[in-house]
């Protein structure tokens, strides 16, 4: 009844969510059945509890008050916008323009986008989220499904943040360069889809003729692993020459970084090729800065302190943030 009755919501452009106590959520309902709506928690208590289906609303008391209102009052709490996400996405007859981006939707911009991203680490805790390099880690935790979580939950087919990201990083590059109905299009996914998950995106782009085995170009969603039925990574090609394949990666290393193949590698198993639009000799966009932002005694100060590892991977790790490790004599010996 509940997946009948949300689902006509949504048949008729309304964002759909339900409502239920913590007892109809542990034993009365079947939660897995119902995991791709939203889910609004009553449990009255100084903090929730349960752990089973995410919830984006939790209704904490039947007893609070407000000021001008006479009487008893829910209390409830929204771990979204929920205003923004329903205009964004033109539910519940809200309207907007086009997100078409002025001037079209190029392969060079989502490249841009994503070299504007290289140096970022994976992060330990869910703290310093959206700096490249603070508390670095390995829990796969990232500003990128922190954005779908909770910007975007009706993306993917569930809440993100935890889990492998380099396909995640590929879509939020999409999303920033295209907004979202532009950026579902040219990823060929529909809402709340799996793919977060490396085989089940080239299988969307199969499903529209759009995967190709061989001659990549850039701005092509490529994939690694065993066969179009077994992925297991993905990324963003930057350029290509007569031998090589040149990418921008997310989760590789636990970072996002450039990498390069041979064309004939055999881990590469093809190319998704999203509709672009057809970029003249006047193109030329806006590509986010990722040249380094730190003083080179800034820098030092945190090499001495560990803060960017020891050894080969100290150098990977400020190569990968746009730092030249060799440019300056001085500095150099100090590194």
């Known amino acids: 009844m509940?997946?009948?009755?949300?689902?006509?919501?949504?048949?008729?452009?309304?964002?759909?969510?339900?409502?239920?106590?913590l007892n109809w959520a542990k034993n009365m309902l079947?939660?897995?059945?119902?995991?791709?709506?939203?889910?609004?928690?009553?449990?009255?208590?100084?903090?929730?509890?349960?752990?089973?289906?995410?919830?984006?609303?939790?209704?904490?008391?039947?007893?609070?008050?407000?000021?001008?209102i006479q009487g008893n009052v829910d209390m409830d709490t929204a771990f979204v916008d929920f205003e923004t996400m329903i205009k964004e996405h033109s539910l519940n007859g809200y309207t907007k323009a086009s997100a078409q981006p002025q001037g079209g939707c190029y392969a060079s911009t989502v490249v841009a986008v994503a070299?504007?991203?290289?140096?970022?680490?994976?992060?330990?805790?869910?703290?310093?989220?959206?700096?490249?390099?603070?508390?670095?880690?390995?829990?796969?935790?990232?500003?990128?499904a922190r954005d779908f979580d909770q910007k975007f939950p009706a993306w993917y087919n569930g809440k993100k943040n935890g889990f492998a990201w380099c396909d995640m990083f590929v879509d939020w590059c999409f999303l920033t360069a295209f907004g979202y109905e532009n950026a579902?299009?040219?990823?060929?996914?529909?809402?709340?889809?799996?793919?977060?998950?490396?085989?089940?995106?080239l299988g969307y782009y199969r499903?529209?003729?759009?995967?190709?085995?061989?001659?990549?170009?850039?701005?092509?969603?490529?994939?690694?692993?065993?066969?179009v039925n077994s992925s297991s990574h993905t990324g963003i090609v930057e350029k290509v020459d007569g031998s090589r394949v040149y990418t921008i990666e997310g989760n590789t290393s636990d970072r996002v970084a450039r990498r390069s193949y041979a064309l004939n590698d055999g881990k590469i198993i093809g190319y998704g090729r999203p509709a672009y639009d057809a970029e003249t000799a006047s193109v030329t966009p806006e590509v986010p800065s990722s040249s380094p932002q730190k003083s080179v005694d800034e820098l030092v100060?945190?090499?001495?302190?560990?803060s960017w590892g020891n050894g080969q991977d100290r150098k990977d790790r400020l190569t990968a943030a746009g730092y030249d490790?060799?440019?300056q004599a001085n500095p150099k010996e100090r590194l």
């Open 207 to 227: 499903n529209r003729g759009q995967f190709h085995n061989s001659n990549p170009k850039p701005g092509d969603q490529i994939f690694f692993g065993n066969s």
């Open 115 to 144: 070299a504007g991203e290289i140096g970022y680490l994976e992060k330990e805790t869910n703290n310093q989220l959206d700096d490249k390099t603070a508390n670095a880690g390995d829990e796969n935790i990232t500003k990128y």
């Open 184 to 201: 579902l299009r040219l990823l060929c996914q529909p809402e709340r889809s799996c793919g977060a998950g490396c085989t089940y995106s």
């Open 2 to 21: 509940v997946t009948t009755f949300c689902s006509a919501l949504e048949d008729a452009g309304y964002y759909a969510s339900f409502y239920c106590n």
């Open 325 to 327: 490790y060799t440019s």
């Open 30 to 68: 079947d939660m897995s059945a119902l995991a791709r709506f939203d889910f609004w928690l009553a449990q009255w208590a100084s903090a929730p509890t349960y752990s089973g289906h995410n919830f984006n609303m939790w209704q904490s008391s039947s007893k609070g008050s407000v000021a001008g």
């Open 301 to 306: 100060d945190e090499v001495l302190a560990g």
